[in-house]
Each structure stands twice: as structure tokens, then as C-alpha cells.
Nanobody, 120 residues
Framework: QVQLVESGGGLVQAGGSLRLSCAAS????????MGWFRQAPGKEREFVVH????????LYADSVKGRFTISRDNAKNTVYLQMNSLKPEDTAVYYC?????????????WGQGTQVTVSS
């Protein structure tokens, strides 16, 4: 079992930055692929980015490529999402997720989400 807790969301002006964190419980954090997803009001949840267990491989959605950076610290059981050059369309609830598969189709574990609001 893995429990995930996101933090770091908030209100920011367009062009600003936020750093989200996702703290995981459990001693096997380092073996999990970690992903970030987001869901805007009235829209389906969408993939943002994921990172493999060692941090050596990442995959970004085109909409965030070049602006967002994912990283992980396995010693701290934490994955981060640095979000720069934020746009109003980035407004959403952001969720982190974990799965043992290298490229998960579906993630087994989810956090409760953290709200990110970008004002224009």
C-alpha cells in the first residue's frame, strides 16, 4: 500500500510559478513510477507527466513541455512538480499517482489532489 499526499497548490498570476510536492508513505517508494495528472472543472482528468523509479526517464504532455519539470527524491519519498510560466488554462486540481509498472496504463494509487488556480 502507498499513501500519497500532495501539497503546494495555490493561487498564482499568469506567468508565475508553483512547486507541487507529493509525499508517499511506505518503504518501497523507490520502485514506483510516479505521475502527475490534473482535472479542470467540467473536464476529464488528463495526464501531465510521469517519472520512472530512478528519475532517469520522464514523459511530458505537450501542453506542459518546457514549462513543467518533474523530479523525485527517493530518500525523502517525495516527487515534485515545478511549474513555471503558468497559464490560466493550467488551472485544475493536480493529483499525483503511483504504480509499479514502468509505463502505467492505469495507476494503482492516488493522492487527494491540490488546487492550482492561475489568474489572468
Amino acid at each position: 500500500q502507498v499513501q500519497l499526499v500532495e501539497s503546494g497548490g495555490g493561487l498564482v498570476q499568469a506567468g508565475g510559478s508553483l512547486r507541487l510536492s507529493c509525499a508517499a508513505s511506505g518503504r518501497t517508494f523507490s520502485i514506483y513510477t510516479m505521475g502527475w495528472f490534473r482535472q479542470a472543472p467540467g473536464k476529464e482528468r488528463e495526464f501531465v507527466v510521469h517519472i520512472n523509479w530512478s528519475g532517469t526517464s520522464t514523459l511530458y504532455a505537450d501542453s506542459v513541455k518546457g514549462r513543467f519539470t518533474i523530479s523525485r527524491d527517493n530518500a525523502k519519498n517525495t516527487v515534485y512538480l515545478q511549474m513555471n510560466s503558468l497559464k490560466p488554462e493550467d488551472t485544475a486540481v493536480y493529483y499525483c499517482a503511483a504504480d509499479k509498472a514502468a509505463t502505467p496504463d492505469e495507476y494503482d494509487y492516488w493522492g487527494q489532489g491540490t488546487q492550482v488556480t492561475v489568474s489572468s
